[in-house]
T-cell receptor
Framework: DTGVSQDPRHKITKRGQNVTFRCDPISEHNRLYWYRQTLGQGPEFLTYFQNEAQLEKSRLLSDRFSAERPKGSFSTLEIQRTEQGDSAMYLC????????????FGSGTRLTVV | KQEVTQIPAALSVPEGENLVLNCSFTDSAIYNLQWFRQDPGKGLTSLLLIQSSQREQTSGRLNASLDKSSGRSTLYIAASQPGDSATYLCAVTEGRLYFGRGTQLTVWP
């Protein structure tokens, strides 16, 4: 197992287009998290899953954002009708249960909306 | 709501100095505290994890302490090197991670 994988590494899209990102967690980790980070800020929580169940979603997450983890393994994050304000680094992390043994992050997907 | 604050926001030092980065949090009911390093445009690399029952952790030139009762953690970097230049993020766990804004460290030769 090589850690948490995210794809793509970079995405440039035109405003109004839909984009989808993928995250593959560490195989034995049952929790998966999505965070968003803009320049000069700490990562901001978006949502998290335990197995296939989405347990929490940030109030900051608009209806244009949706995330899935259909079989409790990989996850996808989709942004519909992208806006320039969506430009950010999207980070995925995974952990065992409550994260007592720590969290492992992927390399992130850099989204630029033009 | 858990809030995490990191001081200073930025730090620029000559090589060889010993450094202290500070992190404070408002709710002491945490599972653990984790320090991360982030290089520009990259993801987060875990440096040290301190579980709630522990007081400190060490790895090489890094030492992190945790005082839950006062809501504080410090990251001590000994004999800093230019390769230590990065942003250092503190995060506490209450079911998920709550992050500070980070300390941007520059170590010049």
């Amino acid at each position: 197992d090589t850690g948490v994988s995210q794809d793509p590494r970079h995405k440039i899209t035109k405003r109004g287009q839909n984009v989808t990102f993928r995250c593959d967690p560490i195989s034995e980790h049952n929790r998966l998290y999505w965070y968003r980070q803009t320049l000069g800020q700490g990562p901001e929580f978006l949502t998290y899953f335990q197995n296939e169940a989405q347990l929490e979603k940030s109030r900051l997450l608009s209806d244009r954002f949706s995330a899935e983890r259909p079989k409790g393994s990989f996850s996808t994050l989709e942004i519909q009708r992208t806006e320039q304000g969506d430009s950010a680094m999207y980070l995925c992390a995974s952990s065992l249960e409550t994260g007592y043994y720590g969290y492992t992050f992927g390399s992130g997907t850099r989204l630029t909306v033009v | 709501k858990q809030e995490v604050t990191q001081i200073p926001a930025a730090l620029s030092v000559p090589e060889g100095e010993n450094l202290v980065l500070n992190c404070s949090f408002t709710d002491s009911a945490i599972y653990n505290l984790q320090w991360f390093r982030q290089d520009p445009g990259k993801g987060l690399t875990s440096l040290l994890l301190i579980q709630s029952s522990q007081r400190e952790q060490t790895s090489g030139r890094l030492n992190a302490s945790l005082d839950k009762s006062s809501g504080r953690s410090t990251l001590y970097i000994a004999a800093s090197q230019p390769g230590d230049s990065a942003t250092y993020l503190c995060a506490v766990t209450e079911g998920r991670l709550y992050f500070g804004r980070g300390t941007q460290l520059t170590v010049w030769p």
